[in-house]
């Protein structure tokens, strides 16, 4: 039976974050989030690779946040993201129609007047692969820009205290290994079009995991 929840659910953060889906890759590796798309745990990611060992995995894609822009030129975003001190910004899911669950299958719809975008995550058995499907449903023309948040950090770890710089030249993974592929050319592959991935040259701090600092708390 599929699992759907609406509007109803969906806009309300505390309650959509709340509720969190999984997706593995049969080698200990996985896809792990939010019906809200917001991270609550340094365990969530979109591509979680397996290690030499059960327990040793990395965090490779963080996030894929989809950017819709209008014929108006408005600029909609539809991630999710929570930072120290508790703002959320963007706040996506108040545009969040429907999360459903179908055959293990987690899928998105975000309505902006007459537009909607679908979103579908699926992950590769036997391989560290991610396949992500944007579907236009209704309205349009629209440009559909796809921010990934890509780092390589250990999944039970952080990279470095907030308000430290990380590392490395622009376009680079942070302590990106010898021989670990770049994730550019498998964002392309998964996406399913003739996708350019250009680097940033950003690094993001500040992020708020709110149920590591609610853990953190009660164990004071």
């Known amino acids: 039976m599929p699992l759907v929840f609406g509007t109803q659910l969906c806009g309300r953060l ?72 508790g703002a959320v910004s963007p706040a996506g899911h108040l545009l969040l129609e429907r999360f459903d669950l179908t055959d293990g299958v987690p899928r998105w719809r975000w309505r902006i007047g007459d537009v909607v975008l679908e979103r579908e995550l699926a992950l590769a058995t036997g391989a560290s692969r991610l396949g992500v499907v944007h579907r236009l449903l209704s309205g349009g023309p629209v440009r559909l820009r796809l921010e990934a948040l890509c780092t390589w950090r250990d999944g039970h770890g952080e990279h470095r205290p907030l308000g430290q710089h990380l590392p490395g030249p622009p376009g680079r993974l942070p302590g990106h290994p010898p021989g670990v592929p770049d994730h550019r050319p498998l964002l392309g592959r998964g996406l399913r079009v003739r996708a350019a991935a250009r680097p940033a040259g950003r690094h993001r701090h500040h992020d708020r995991h709110r149920l590591r600092r609610e853990r953190q708390h009660l164990g004071r």
């Open 14 to 85: 505390d309650e959509s974050a709340a509720r969190e889906w999984l997706l593995t890759d049969g080698l200990g590796g996985y896809a792990m989030g939010t019906v809200a798309g917001l991270r609550t745990r340094r365990y969530h990611g979109l591509l979680v690779v397996s290690g030499a060992t059960v327990a040793s995995r990395h965090v490779g894609l963080a996030a894929l946040d989809p950017v819709l822009e209008l014929p108006s030129g408005a600029t909609i975003r539809l991630g999710t993201h929570e930072w120290v001190g």
